[in-house]
Each structure stands twice: as structure tokens, then as C-alpha cells.
């Protein structure tokens, strides 16, 4: 579909979200034959572009690991156990973010679990974040929206006080932090993707330099405060 915008209807440039490495590229080679300026938003497709202005999700899974330690220590508590629910093991988004997670735990005390797999599905989820509440932890990360709903409907479930961080913003994720089920999430900021990226283009078509490759466009941290 954006061939034809980009090609056919004469665009001297386009802002795209890939939704795979190679999903697009006979499109993208035709577009960029045509002269036309790529401009990656969200997710790059693996195909030369002018920037690619995203969320450096390792980054903000150290973000999260942080607001978790800083709450945990509030409460007085300085080690346990720590769970993790994530999709899968091959997305690299939500791989990055645990990465991250992991990262901001280094050199403490706390015990990181093995990650547990829930493909998104809030209900998976929320059964493998009881199990964590079972053997004891204190903190749970879910890695994107699904993870992180399925943590939170564990923790109001399970009636007992663990630190639930998560990914993503959906009206359930804001309403479990509403309710005290949910710390905080860490929320994407596709309109400074989309700002962003047109200041971009526009730079790109009159000849400007255009900065680095990579953008971050960071994460914001959304908890019952900020509600």
C-alpha cells in the first residue's frame, strides 16, 4: 500500500514502522530508486533509511529495573526473589527490555528468576506470574502490555504486596495502577516519533544534516502520581 503513495503518488518522502526486517523490501527499493526519503519510526525495516527515531528499549528496561529497586527499598526491602514474564525468547523489543531489566539489578542482592514465557497473552501471563508469587518474589516484570496485565490481575488475585512493573500503556494497565496493582509502566512516546520524524524528512529533502542514525525517543514513566 505505501508503494503506491510513496512511488505512484509521487512522495518525496515517507515515514514508516516496519513490521519486519524484510517484510517491505522490494517496496523500500523501489521507493528508494524513485529518490524517495525513508524515514523509520517505532521499527526499522533491514533496509538502509535516512534516521530511525524509536524507543531504545534496553535503556528503558533499565528505567524499569530502577523504579522497581527504588520502591522495593522504600519498603525496606533490599532481597528476594525477582520474576520475569516476557513473550518470547525472539522478539528483539521485549529481549532488549529484560535485558535492560537484568542490567539495573547487577550488584545487588535481589535474586533474579528465570524468565518465564507467556506469548503476550494476558491469561498465560497471569498464571505464570502467580506461580512467581508462590515461590516468593517480591517484584515482577512484565516485558510488554500482555505480560504486564497478566502481572497485575495476579498480584490483585494473589492479595499480597509485590512490586509489579511493566511495559506498554493500555486503559487495563492504567487501571491497575490506579488500583495499586501495578507500580508503574514505562510508555512508549509515538507522538515524538512522529514530530520527530517529520522534522526529519524535511531536513533529509532540503539537504540537511540529519544527526545520528539512531534516535531514542525514550519512554515515559507513567505511575499512579502521574495519574
Given at each position: 500500500m505505501?508503494?503506491?503513495?510513496?512511488?505512484?503518488?509521487?512522495?518525496?518522502?515517507?515515514?514508516l514502522?516496519?513490521n519486519?526486517?524484510d517484510?517491505?523490501?522490494?517496496a523500500?527499493?523501489?521507493?528508494?530508486?524513485?529518490?524517495?526519503k525513508?524515514?523509520?519510526?517505532d521499527?526499522?525495516?533491514?533496509?538502509?533509511?535516512v534516521?530511525t527515531?524509536?524507543?531504545?528499549n534496553?535503556?528503558?528496561?533499565?528505567i524499569?529495573?530502577?523504579?522497581?529497586?527504588?520502591?522495593?527499598?522504600?519498603?525496606?526491602?533490599?532481597?528476594?526473589k525477582?520474576?520475569?514474564?516476557?513473550?518470547?525468547?525472539?522478539?528483539?523489543?521485549?529481549?532488549?527490555r529484560?535485558?535492560?531489566?537484568?542490567?539495573?539489578?547487577?550488584?545487588?542482592?535481589?535474586?533474579?528468576?528465570?524468565?518465564q514465557?507467556?506469548?503476550?497473552?494476558?491469561?498465560k501471563?497471569?498464571?505464570?506470574?502467580?506461580?512467581?508469587?508462590?515461590?516468593?518474589?517480591?517484584?515482577i516484570?512484565?516485558a510488554n502490555?500482555?505480560?504486564?496485565?497478566?502481572?497485575?490481575n495476579?498480584i490483585q488475585e494473589?492479595?499480597?504486596?509485590?512490586?509489579?512493573?511493566?511495559?506498554?500503556?493500555?486503559?487495563?494497565i492504567?487501571?491497575?495502577?490506579?488500583?495499586?496493582?501495578?507500580?508503574?509502566?514505562?510508555?512508549?512516546?509515538?507522538?515524538?516519533?512522529?514530530?520527530?520524524?517529520?522534522?526529519?524528512a524535511?531536513?533529509?529533502?532540503?539537504?540537511?544534516?540529519v544527526g545520528?542514525?539512531?534516535?531514542d525517543?525514550?519512554?515515559?514513566?507513567?505511575?499512579?502520581?502521574?495519574?
Open positions: 505505501f508503494k503506491y503513495y510513496a512511488v505512484a503518488g509521487g512522495a518525496e518522502a515517507i515515514l514502522a516496519a519486519g526486517p517484510a517491505v523490501t522490494a523500500l527499493e523501489e521507493a528508494d530508486a524513485a529518490g524517495v525513508i524515514v523509520y519510526v521499527s526499522a525495516a533491514d533496509f538502509p533509511g534516521q527515531l524509536a524507543t531504545d534496553k535503556a528503558a528496561g533499565t524499569a529495573g530502577e523504579e522497581m529497586i527504588k520502591a522495593l527499598e522504600a519498603n525496606g526491602i533490599t532481597e528476594g525477582i520474576g520475569i514474564v516476557n513473550v518470547n525468547a525472539a522478539t528483539a523489543s521485549t529481549v532488549a529484560e535485558e535492560g531489566f537484568r542490567a539495573a539489578f547487577e550488584g545487588t542482592n535481589f535474586e533474579l528468576l528465570e524468565t514465557y507467556g506469548d503476550g497473552d494476558a491469561a501471563s497471569k498464571d505464570i506470574a502467580a506461580n512467581y508469587i508462590t515461590q516468593g518474589c517480591v517484584g516484570f512484565g502490555e500482555g505480560s504486564t496485565v497478566g502481572t497485575g495476579a494473589a492479595g499480597q504486596t509485590v512490586i509489579g512493573v511493566g511495559f506498554d500503556k493500555s486503559d487495563t492504567l487501571n491497575l495502577i490506579k488500583n495499586g496493582y501495578i507500580l508503574c509502566t514505562m510508555a512508549q512516546n509515538p507522538d515524538v516519533m512522529g514530530y520527530e520524524g517529520i522534522q526529519t524535511v531536513k533529509a529533502l532540503e539537504g540537511e544534516d545520528e542514525e539512531f534516535i525517543t525514550g519512554v515515559s514513566v507513567i505511575n499512579k502520581d502521574s495519574l
